[in-house]
């Protein structure tokens, strides 16, 4: 079943990080910063997107490099935030 | 106190994981002054070995310039060896102001603050100019004193794609609602070479009201036709904003950086700059030196000029033979590689060969990015360049490289 926050996800990593000509697939398993794809620099636009769309805010000390390191963490940190 | 079992086996569980990673550093013992050539001991206990050196920032050479040792020296009697202070109390001399006043006019800028180093003015920067009300949007491949610094601020900050324009532009769009914006980034970034189109940057600074930062800490002394940096190879001189660089590079090499820019922002970087506050004044022997290094390349291009032309002979060359280099016009040549334990082994050989080059991979570079980062120098020679030349050559065809493209040397090597 198509999960619609996981994809959203998706498009917004692909959009933000993928450089052009870049052939990246982003599986929900797929490791962006342990695998090297996004660092904890760059991360913070992810927040910024994740706090802005979804109305809600991540403490500072729960934005760590595991809770962003897949869509699947990012959807489950989400869902946490939402329904808080 | 003692230094107890918990502490100690969590240092060594690290330790043992760094080396486990194939990133564990080894340093080398250099026995001589910097240079084009020079002796080294490695590992420790192995006989000194003469070598070609293509790995430092000695870009014009002038490391162990005999002028330049005599200016220090001379320094050393007039100026004395320490202050003993930070700046505001007791630690300025006539000839701090003397040198900041001629990097000023030497980058073209209103004021110049010095620093015990770049990394010292990157750190005081941020968090002096901006506050929460404000957003910094930083090239994602800044130096990483660039987003210490940033880190440091208590303004917000995101990123843009490596000079990509069209990302930076919808970030900019993205932060008008901010007090006041500043675009970061390096006017040539340290492992590629690549050089940031500081015009279209200031085009954009304009039209949607953001400040322009650039360390420029790869360019100080010699990009641009006289030498002043990446804002003179642009053509923006005058539209960046401020400017952080160093002279532990191509301007002399020992130690220092500064904040060059305009002049309100420079005055309250003095004020209120941490680093400056807190830290000890640059030595007399280093600003006498630096005084030297800024006669020197501010009454000609002759230095500059040799290092452009050697870094077109080399990467003409190296192309020529074979080799998958980045392109570019900056001294900065990477030789591409893509898989570490290549690169680890390719310099090793050539360390055998009489060519000093490191190997560069994760998280130095992103993964499957490893190269072997060649620095051209004005101290090189072209019986230099010819033999780190034909050494390359030679390993190169020891793992079968040469003439292939980089999905091959990864179908042949892995990532």
Redesign the interface.
């Known amino acids: 079943m198509a999960d619609e926050l996981k994809d959203k996800i998706r498009a917004y990593v692909v959009d933000e990080?993928v450089?052009?000509g870049e052939d990246v697939e982003v599986k929900d398993d797929t490791p962006l910063i342990s695998?090297?794809f996004v660092?904890s620099?760059?991360m913070?636009?992810l927040k910024?997107f994740l706090e802005t769309e979804y109305g809600i805010k991540i403490p500072d000390e729960k934005a760590t490099a595991e809770a962003f390191d897949t869509v699947n963490a990012i959807a489950a940190l989400v869902r946490q935030y939402t329904e808080a | 106190m003692v230094y107890g079992s918990t502490a100690r086996e969590f240092y060594q569980n690290e330790l043992v994981g760094i080396r486990n990673d194939g990133l564990f550093k080894e340093e080398r013992y250099i026995i001589t002054p910097q240079g084009a050539e020079i002796e080294v001991e490695f590992p420790e206990g192995a006989p000194v070995k003469k070598v070609i050196n293509m790995c430092a920032n000695n870009y014009l050479g002038l490391s162990s310039h005999p002028e330049v040792v005599a200016a220090a020296h001379a320094g050393l009697d007039s100026k004395g060896y320490g202050m003993s202070s930070v700046r505001f109390i007791c630690g300025t001399q006539d000839t701090h102001r003397q040198l900041e006043r001629k990097l000023t006019e030497f980058l073209g800028t209103e004021d110049t603050l010095l620093f015990g180093s770049c990394m010292d003015a990157n750190a005081a920067l941020f968090e002096v100019t901006l506050t929460p009300e404000d957003v910094v949007i930083a090239d994602r491949l800044v130096h990483a004193s660039v987003i210490d610094g940033i880190k440091l601020c208590s303004a917000q900050y995101d990123s843009f794609k490596h000079m990509d324009m069209k990302h930076l532009e919808a970030k900019l769009k993205q932060f008008q609602d901010k007090r006041l914006r500043m675009v970061a980034t390096d006017g040539v970034f340290s492992m590629d070479g690549d050089i940031a189109p500081l015009a279209e940057i200031c085009e954009l600074a304009d039209k949607y009201d953001a400040m322009v930062m650039v360390d420029d800490s790869h360019a100080s002394g010699f990009m641009g036709k006289t030498g002043r940096g990446t804002h003179e190879h642009c053509g923006v001189v005058g539209r960046v904003d401020v400017i952080t660089t160093t002279m532990g590079k191509a301007m002399g090499g020992a130690s220092g950086g500064c904040i060059s820019g305009r002049k309100e922002l420079v005055e309250l970087c003095r004020q209120r700059g941490r680093p400056y506050l807190f830290s000890n004044t640059l030595a007399p022997v280093v600003v006498a030196a630096s005084l030297k290094v800024m006669d020197i390349i501010s009454q000609t291009t002759e230095r500059r000029d040799k290092l452009e032309n050697n870094t077109l002979y080399f990467r003409e060359q190296m192309t020529a033979a074979g080799f998958d280099i980045r392109p570019g016009v900056h001294p900065i040549a990477p030789i591409m590689l893509y898989n570490a334990k290549l690169a680890q082994d390719f310099a090793r050989d050539l360390y055998g060969e009489g060519i000093y080059v490191i190997g560069f991979f994760f998280p130095v570079v992103p993964k499957g990015q490893a190269r072997i980062r060649v620095q051209l120098s004005a101290a090189h020679e072209k019986e230099h360049l010819d033999k780190a030349i034909d050494a390359f050559k030679k390993i190169g065809e020891k793992y079968g490289i040469l003439g292939l493209k980089k999905q091959q040397i990864i179908d042949k090597y892995g990532m």
């Open positions: 990080y450089e052009e695998g090297g660092d620099f760059s913070v636009s910024l």
